[in-house]
């Protein structure tokens, strides 16, 4: 799906248009003196209107479940056509290269919270979601694949602790020395239906993503962990 980093924008004007595609715009723009970030599934193709529909659904029940979070973006309304949710002053992963370790230890606190909410991102391999803010924290944005469960079963712990090892994944590449030895044995142990994704749907999704989309694993170039 769409990557995401584009709370990272900085633009003095009013509006600005970060993105236009099949599954519609997203604007960084104000209402009532509030810089927001508007994302229009009416704008979406015909043919996408409906993934885009529901794509933006799924993230605003997400952020309203993670509302209160420090770092992850507020939901501020969402009416089936436009999905308003806060602004987040950063810039994404692969352009801040956090290397400090500070920023990791604060990055596994927010994944914690996220799953204390019954929350998984589903798609941290991506830099441009991770956000760095200006005062050095970290921020997720992007949770239009997020997952909302109730129950937090078997299911749910092994997605989740893919969401970790795809931090520890960017961890890896910039701040390799903090890494635990707990930590690189979870690197060193994908779970089982990563790997049966990487072996079969992940081809698909590609080719979908690309002929379909236009997108690609490091668009905004940002990296996609393996």
């Known amino acids: 799906m769409a990557a995401g980093g584009e709370e990272a924008c900085v633009d003095t004007s009013r509006d600005r248009l970060l993105k236009c595609d099949e599954l519609g715009r997203i ?19 015909w043919w996408a209107r409906a993934v885009a529909r529901h794509a933006a659904a799924r993230e605003a029940r997400a952020l309203a479940r993670l509302d ?4 992850v973006p507020a939901l501020l309304g969402w009416n089936g056509r436009e999905l308003l949710r806060g602004y987040i002053d950063g810039a994404p992963m692969q352009h801040a290269q956090p290397c400090d370790r500070a920023y990791y230890r604060d990055a596994l606190r927010l994944l914690a919270r996220l799953h204390r909410r019954g929350i998984v991102h589903n798609d941290l391999a991506k830099e441009p979601n991770w956000l760095v803010c200006v005062d050095g924290r970290p921020a997720l944005v992007d949770f239009q694949i997020a997952w909302t469960s109730g129950k937090r079963g078997a299911l749910f712990r092994a ?21 635990t030895a707990r930590q690189r044995a979870i690197l060193a142990t994908p779970a089982p239906h990563a790997l049966l994704w990487r072996a ?9 993503a690309r002929r379909m989309f236009g997108y690609w694993d490091n668009e905004g170039q940002g990296r996609t962990r393996e």
């Open 27 to 45: 604007e960084m723009t104000e209402r009532n003196g509030v810089r927001v970030i508007c994302r229009d599934v009416a704008a979406a193709r």
């Open 68 to 71: 209160g979070i420090d770092g």
């Open 159 to 179: 997605l989740a602790r893919e969401d970790l090892r795809h931090l520890l994944k960017h961890k890896r590449t910039y701040c390799a020395d903090a890494l």
């Open 200 to 208: 079969t749907g992940k081809r698909l999704y590609k080719l979908v």
